[in-house]
């Protein structure tokens, strides 16, 4: 990259999820061995996709490209690799990556970058969970439409170098994730497989999931939401709470947990049973 200041391209940084988790269970050497071939698989995924690598950091990469579609080729190349290698990983270790990516001004002196764009992709990477491919709404927008299709918002975050908050996108680059967006498995057979009842009461209105073979409803502001479904699937920025009436707390945010028993979810904060924000469920076989 040539020296110099205000050169905008897509930054991108992956790493290991849990590399000292891998050296507990695998040892030294294999664990070294199997960062490295990690390493090898994410570099190569770079060059392929035009990108140029800035550095490696232990378990980690930092890389650019010309364009945005260019990272999320090679993000996405990266992630299929390591997940489908079977030389990867132990039956006790699952090896896994995390990206994040942000499209914007990068200084570039003595072989490495500097700017705020480098620091908000180094915290979209820092949000990621295992698998994930994390980056801002500013990148989305510079997408292909193709790519752009395949992102959804999952969360805010604070970001150093940005005054307010910024909305996060996912990437999907699994096709059985991309296919998930719409449904995929007809209501009377899902019904079929699951069984039983998910009976909801909100504000003197009552919602039965599993009769006339509705399995789901949602939540949330939005005039088109009902309630929620038989497993909460949460992709909220406060997250949900849910409190069984056994004394089981369940917080959930950015994952999903299944309902069972009885008991009420609260949406941001925590419910209390009669009160007017509480959502009050019942499993029934």
Request: glycine share 10%; with cysteine; proline share 2%.
């Amino acid at each position: 990259m040539t020296e110099g200041a205000g050169k905008e391209v897509a930054i991108l940084f992956a790493d290991v999820v849990g590399s000292t988790h891998l050296y507990e269970v695998m040892g030294d050497e294999r664990a070294r061995e199997t960062v490295q071939q990690c390493l090898k698989i994410m570099r190569e995924a770079t060059e392929q996709f035009g990108g140029t690598v800035i550095k490696t950091m232990g378990d980690e990469i930092l890389a650019t490209f010309p364009s945005a579609d260019d990272a999320m080729n090679a993000a996405s190349q990266m992630q299929k690799r390591i997940t489908s290698s079977r030389q990867l990983g132990a039956d006790s270790a699952q090896v896994a990556i995390r990206i994040g990516c942000h499209y914007g001004p990068v200084v570039a002196e003595d072989r490495d970058i500097f700017g705020a764009a480098v620091h908000t992709a180094n915290r979209m990477t820092s949000q990621a969970k295992a698998g994930q491919i994390l980056t801002t709404d500013f990148t989305v927008r510079q997408l292909t439409s193709e790519w752009r299709a395949l992102t959804r918002q999952i969360d805010i975050a604070t970001v150093k170098g940005h005054t307010g908050e910024m909305a996060l996108f996912e990437v999907l680059w699994q096709p059985e994730e991309a296919t998930s967006m719409l449904p995929a498995i007809p209501m009377r057979q899902a019904a079929n497989a699951i069984g039983g009842k998910l009976r909801l009461r909100f504000r003197g209105q009552e919602l039965v999931l599993g009769e006339d073979s509705r399995m789901a409803a949602s939540m949330g502001r939005a005039d088109e939401n009902d309630v929620v479904s038989f497993v909460l699937v949460d992709e909220s920025t406060n997250g949900t709470f849910i409190q069984r009436d056994d004394g089981e707390e369940i917080y959930v945010r950015r994952d999903s947990a299944e309902l069972s028993g009885s008991g009420v979810i609260g949406m941001g904060r925590v419910a209390t049973r009669g009160t007017p924000l509480a959502i009050e469920y019942s499993f029934e076989d």
